[in-house]
Each structure stands twice: as structure tokens, then as C-alpha cells.
């Protein structure tokens, strides 16, 4: 399937609503797991209670007949990696009965960072009633262009934290979703990057400009009680993640953490090539890098996260306001080590950490 192929509108059918289970930033619930129908009657009642205040024809302009979604993504040079986050999105909202050409219709866009706002843009001018936004660069083009149109995010590191929502368990305003990680998985990454290269003296911090800061300050403090530098990486394209990464030439002891957003899916070979031409090690935040080739990967599963949106999709359609529906938690972290690309840089893992692992790729 080509990109030109991708972009076009898709069609999906979508049963039960109550079957998700997720974890959510709610004072009451915590976040610990449960589904809706554990939920205290009342609470399921203030989660939602706001259905008749934003119906969909109040939107200003006469709409199709049945609504539609926009769900937004970085184009990625895996095209299976595309049509797998499409299945999920699909096979998910095959759970609450929409049906395309009944009652939903969908289109996907994808695309490169330099060409993510105009494609938001005219994405916002045809006046979707949801769009689903995958990753922080995705949403920074989507709040520029609406604040409005009810928006779900997916793959969103600290959203209070940067200002995306007023609250977590009340996000306020035209957006909700999925939370990836929280500040504290900083020290973590750090923590395991040292754990498989124990001679560690300084990390380099990869991220989107403007986004994480809180997640880099959290490495900060982790890196100064071991001793450790921190070098910090913003970057906005492949450009500025070469010369990035190129600036540790020649620097042993350094290891790098890359932190998440689709742009990086978008540059992974390139920060592959890089990588392991200098023998950094570096860990990732999703599976997918691990199972490309890169040496470790500690965090969530997007595709999951791209399934549960599915939920708030529904409730929205149905007549919810983003700003009631509290943020959801990651409740599953994985950790991936690829031993071929360890022993590449000449590592040798230890037991220790072989044995928490959810996968170990030969």
C-alpha cells in the first residue's frame, strides 16, 4: 500500500462500549485499571453527564450526514508500521457499532514535520467532528489550528505538565486522551541505559524541541546523583537529528535517550545509522525501535494506545465534551533488548536485566 493509498479516506465498521479497560488520571478511580462498567454509577455520570451540551449539529455549519473523523500522524518510512496503527484504530472501533456509511466515516493523514501544519490545516477547514492526534509534534500543528473541534490525543508525554490540559482528571477545553509517560520515566531510561553500559559519564537527550521538559529535567536530577552529564538534543528534522547526534563523535562514554514522538519514527534509520557508526548506546521508548535494531526500548504500546482512543472517539460522538473525560494512564511499561545489536557494540547485558525483560530479541 503507497502513502497517496494511506491518505485516502478509510471506512471501518465499529459493539459494546463497555469493554475497554483503562487506566485514568481521576481522583476517585487513582489509576488503577477498570472498565466502565466498574465504575460507581454516579461517577459514570459526571464522566459523561455533559453529553446534551455539545451536541453535534451545534457545530455552526451543516455537516454529512454521518460524522466524520480525522486521525493525524507523522508519515513514517515503515508503511506496516502505518497500516498496523490503521488496523488498531479500525479493529478497536469495531467495538461501538459505527459503521461506515451509516453513522461514521474516517480519513487518515499523514506527514512529514515540515508539512504537518498545512495538512492540519486543510484537515481543520473541512470541519471533521473528532480528530485523533498521534504524538506531540501532530498536536502542537492541531492546537494551532482549532480549538474547537474536539481533538483525542495519542502517545502524549506529560500533557499538564506542557499545558496541553488545565488537569488531568478535568482536562478542560477541546482536548482528552492518552497519556504516555509521566516525568519520573526520565530516571528510568536513564537507570537502564547506565544498567547495560555501566561506564556511562554523559547521556544525550534527543527530543522534539519545545516538548518534555519536565521528562528532561527528571534525567537532569537521575544523571547528577550518578555523576553523570546531560546533553540536551531539541531538534525539529532529519537535518538537526544528524547534527545532533553527530556532535558525540568521537565521545566515549556517551549514551543516548531518545524520547518519544512520531518524528523519530519518521528518522529512525537515520538515527540507527548514526548510532551505531559511533557505538552509542542508546534506548528508545517504543518496541518498535527494538525490533528494528535498536539496542533497548522501556515504555508503552502505542498501537494500544491508538486502540483505546477509540473509547473517547465514541463517548465525543455521542455527545461528551473532551474537557470532562479525564486523561487516560499507560498501564502496561515493556521492555525490549535486542541482543544482536548488543553484542554489535560490544555489550554484554546483564542477567539481571535479561531477566526483567518482556522480550529478548536474538
Given amino acids: 500500500m503507497t502513502r497517496n493509498a494511506l491518505q485516502q479516506s478509510q471506512t471501518f465498521i465499529v459493539s459494546d462500549p463497555n469493554r475497554f479497560d483503562r487506566g485514568c488520571y481521576d481522583p476517585e478511580i487513582g489509576h488503577d485499571t477498570f472498565s466502565v462498567v466498574q465504575m460507581r454509577r454516579r461517577h459514570f455520570i459526571g464522566l459523561i453527564g455533559g453529553a446534551a451540551a455539545w451536541p453535534l449539529a451545534a457545530r455552526g455549519q451543516q455537516k454529512a450526514r454521518y460524522p466524520t473523523i480525522g486521525l493525524v500522524g507523522s508519515a513514517s518510512t515503515d508503511d506496516e508500521e502505518t497500516r498496523r496503527s490503521i488496523r488498531a484504530f479500525e479493529s478497536a472501533c469495531s467495538e461501538f457499532g459505527w459503521v461506515e456509511g451509516r453513522n461514521i466515516h474516517v480519513v487518515y493523514r499523514w506527514a512529514e514535520s515540515s508539512q504537518m501544519r498545512a495538512v492540519v490545516a486543510e484537515l481543520v477547514a473541512s470541519a471533521p467532528d473528532v480528530i485523533v492526534a498521534n504524538g506531540t509534534s501532530v498536536l502542537t500543528a492541531v492546537r494551532e489550528a482549532t480549538n474547537s473541534i474536539p481533538v483525542v490525543f495519542v502517545g502524549i508525554s506529560d500533557p499538564e505538565g506542557v499545558g496541553i490540559v488545565a488537569n488531568l482528571a478535568r482536562p478542560g477545553g477541546n482536548m482528552t486522551g492518552l497519556a504516555n509517560f509521566e516525568p519520573s520515566m526520565g530516571g528510568k531510561w536513564l537507570q537502564t541505559l547506565k544498567?547495560?553500559?555501566?561506564?556511562?559519564?554523559?547521556?544525550?537527550?534527543?527530543?522534539?524541541?519545545?516538548?518534555?521538559?519536565?521528562?528532561?529535567?527528571?534525567?537532569?536530577?537521575?544523571?547528577?546523583?550518578?555523576?553523570?552529564?546531560?546533553?540536551?538534543?531539541?531538534?525539529?528534522?532529519?537535518?538537526?537529528?544528524?547534527?545532533?547526534?553527530?556532535?558525540?563523535?568521537?565521545?566515549?562514554?556517551?549514551?543516548?535517550?531518545?524520547?518519544?514522538?512520531?518524528?523519530?519514527?519518521?528518522?529512525?534509520?537515520?538515527?540507527?545509522?548514526?548510532?551505531?557508526?559511533?557505538?552509542?548506546?542508546?534506548?528508545?521508548?517504543?518496541?518498535?525501535?527494538?525490533?528494528?535494531?535498536?539496542?533497548?526500548?522501556y515504555g508503552i504500546n502505542i498501537l494500544d494506545q491508538v486502540r483505546r482512543s477509540a473509547f473517547y472517539v465514541d463517548r465525543i460522538l455521542k455527545g461528551a465534551r473532551p474537557g470532562d473525560l479525564p486523561v487516560q494512564a499507560p498501564t502496561k511499561f515493556e521492555l525490549v533488548i535486542n541482543l544482536k545489536t548488543a553484542r554489535a557494540l560490544g555489550l554484554d547485558v546483564p542477567q539481571t536485566l535479561l531477566a526483567r525483560a518482556d522480550e529478548v530479541i536474538e
Avoid: W
Wanted: with cysteine.
Fill in 195 to 297: 544498567e547495560i553500559e555501566p561506564h556511562l559519564t554523559q547521556v544525550g537527550v534527543i527530543r522534539f524541541a519545545g516538548t518534555q521538559v519536565r521528562i528532561l529535567r527528571n534525567i537532569e536530577d537521575n544523571a547528577a546523583s550518578n555523576g553523570m552529564k546531560v546533553v540536551d538534543c531539541p531538534v525539529h528534522d532529519g537535518r538537526e537529528i544528524r547534527a545532533a547526534i553527530g556532535a558525540f563523535d568521537g565521545e566515549p562514554g556517551t549514551g543516548l535517550i531518545v524520547l518519544p514522538d512520531p518524528i523519530f519514527g519518521t528518522y529512525r534509520s537515520l538515527i540507527f545509522e548514526l548510532v551505531a557508526k559511533q557505538h552509542h548506546p542508546t534506548i528508545y521508548p517504543f518496541r518498535n525501535f527494538a525490533e528494528a535494531g535498536g539496542l533497548l526500548s
